[in-house]
């Protein structure tokens, strides 16, 4: 166990749907990552939010966005969704002064009908 | 980020060491090797890192050549939980904050 909860691990949804992603990083880690891996495209970087304010953004699509709240939790928003956005969602964090280690999640299953 | 190149696949004997090679010829200075493993569908994990010397911790040992051009994780007493995709990735830690995942080698542990 990461120490990393993402919540729902299956999500099914329709073409044209919005659906809420949501990540607790490890107690006492600042730092949350998100990662979309799709069969053809392999693990990609989606965007990283420390203590609240994004700090890094990857191939993130303009239709996703994410936040981080003041507990530290995450969501990652996905709209219109089409159905190449069929993909595993892992967040991952990592603590204060340390990008040494992620830790990852245990992921979301989105599937678009 | 330099790029990194590892075989597709490689098979290992259940109990035997699996050793699992990596190229990062372009490695800058400062740039640290990462290892992590994703087992089918869950989310990666890490293994273990290094900057020149040889590490080693209760998952398994890294070995780096000593113009850092390559690097060679070891998996001791590979068990059939050990089928996994590897992934060897440099970065910077403290400044890169995230991780960049190749295609990374698929290891299958055979009975």
């Known amino acids: 166990d990461s120490g990393v909860t993402q919540t729902p691990k299956h999500l099914i949804t329709a073409t044209g749907q919005r659906v809420t992603l949501r990540c607790s990083p490890r107690?006492?880690?600042?730092?949350v990552y998100w990662y979309q891996q799709s069969l053809d495209q392999g693990l990609q970087f989606l965007i990283q939010?420390?203590?609240?304010?994004?700090?890094a953004k990857g191939n993130i699509l303009e239709r996703f966005s994410a936040q981080q709240f003041p507990d530290l939790h995450s969501e990652l928003n996905l709209s219109s969704l089409e159905l190449g956005d069929s993909a595993l969602y892992f967040c991952?964090?990592?603590?204060?002064?340390?990008?040494?280690?992620?830790?990852f999640g245990s992921g979301t299953q989105l599937s678009v009908l | 980020d330099a790029k990194t190149t590892q075989p597709t696949s490689m098979d290992c004997a259940e109990g035997r060491a699996a050793n699992l090679p990596c190229n990062h010829s372009?490695?800058?200075?400062?740039?640290?090797v990462y290892w992590y493993r994703q087992i089918h569908s869950q989310g990666p994990q890490y293994i273990i890192h290094?900057?020149?010397n040889n590490e080693t911790n209760e998952m398994a040992s890294l070995i780096i050549t000593e113009d850092r051009k390559s690097s060679t994780l070891i998996l001791p007493h590979a068990t059939l939980r050990d089928t996994a995709v590897y992934y060897c990735?440099?970065?910077?830690?403290?400044?890169?904050?995230?991780?960049?995942f190749g295609a990374g080698t698929t290891v299958t542990v055979r009975a």
């Open positions: 107690s006492g880690d600042l730092s």
């Open positions: 290094g900057l020149k």
């Open positions: 939010y420390y203590n609240g304010e994004e700090r």
């Open positions: 372009t490695i800058s200075g400062n740039e640290y």
């Open positions: 991952a964090s990592s603590g204060q002064g340390s990008n040494e280690k992620l830790f």
């Open positions: 990735i440099v970065r910077v830690p403290f400044n890169d904050y995230k991780l960049s």
